[in-house]
Every structure is written in structure tokens, then in C-alpha cells.
């Protein structure tokens, strides 16, 4: 189901669906990046840090969250952009095994000064299999209208 800026209003929540970690993601997520920073790839010397163990990069859950986005159709077809990302806080780790899922909710909206779409604060926390926070943050999302949409399909 594809939502629209009339479709949302301050105060709703979405729950994602779950997916869990897995070292071929971290390994992947490695590879692309070019980042092989122990703590993240080598379990020897991550068993000496103060996790005991290697922990998943911070900005693989940010990425994680927007598969996890799109498997639920929510804008699809309907974002034109993320606009930025704010206040996106690492307030624990993520460890392959982990199972995350997020919440998110909808803050506040606006309309763009063009009047043809409108701009969405999306507050997202994400969670892991023991609804611990292990992020939390904004990506504020540019959107279309279902007004606009509709116009634009009967043209």
C-alpha cells in the first residue's frame, strides 16, 4: 500500500518487519565500503575489546533499515527523495545473530513551497530481538501528493 503526504498525520507508527544479521552482511558491507576495521572483521582481536566480539558496522543498520522500508511498499512510488539524515544516534550494538526491526513514526509535515509535495519527519528507532534501541534518528523524507498524483495521471 503505497502512502501519500495526505495519507500521513503526526502521531502514527509503522513497525517493520525483522531481519537478521548475518556475517556475510558484515562481509559484504565491508567489501563495499573498502572499511576493514578489525573491530568490525577480525573476531581475535574484537574478543579483546569491550564488546568481546565483532560488532556490525553503525551505518550497515541505518542500511538495513531502508531494505526493511522498502519490503514494507509504504512509498513506493510516492518519495522523490530522502532529504537527510538527523540526530542519528548509535545507542548500542549490532552484532551478527542479532534479529532487528524498527519503529517508525511520523513527527510532523509540511508542505513545500511549491505547494506540489510536501516534506515528512519520520522519526525511526530501531530495535533488536530483545527490543533493545540500538539507533535512533530522523530521515526526513520529500514526498508527493495523492492530490498531485492523481492530477498528473488523468493528463
Do not use: C
Not at 15 to 26: G, K, M, Q, V, W
Not at 105 to 134: P, Y
Request: glycine share 8%; net charge negative.
Amino acid at each position: 500500500m503505497t502512502l501519500y503526504y495526505e495519507d500521513l498525520s503526526a502521531g502514527q507508527t509503522f513497525t517493520s518487519p525483522a531481519r537478521t544479521i548475518t556475517e556475510a552482511d558484515l562481509v559484504h558491507f565491508a567489501m563495499l565500503s573498502g572499511d576493514w576495521n578489525p573491530i568490525h572483521t577480525d573476531k581475535e582481536f574484537a574478543s579483546k575489546t569491550f564488546y568481546g566480539q565483532p560488532v556490525v558496522y553503525g551505518l550497515l543498520g541505518v542500511t538495513i533499515l531502508t531494505g526493511l522500508m522498502d519490503r514494507m511498499n509504504l512509498f513506493h512510488g510516492s518519495a522523490i527523495a530522502m532529504l537527510g539524515i538527523r540526530e542519528w544516534r548509535f545507542t548500542g550494538p549490532i552484532f551478527v545473530g542479532d534479529t532487528i526491526h524498527f519503529v517508525m513514526e511520523i513527527i510532523s509535515k509540511r508542505l513545500a513551497s511549491a505547494g506540489d509535495r510536501g516534506v515528512v519527519d519520520r522519526k525511526f528507532t530501531i530495535l533488536n530481538q530483545r527490543n533493545e534501541v540500538v539507533q535512533e534518528g530522523h530521515l526526513d523524507l520529500l514526498i508527493r501528493l495523492a492530490s498531485r498524483n492523481t492530477a498528473e495521471e488523468h493528463r
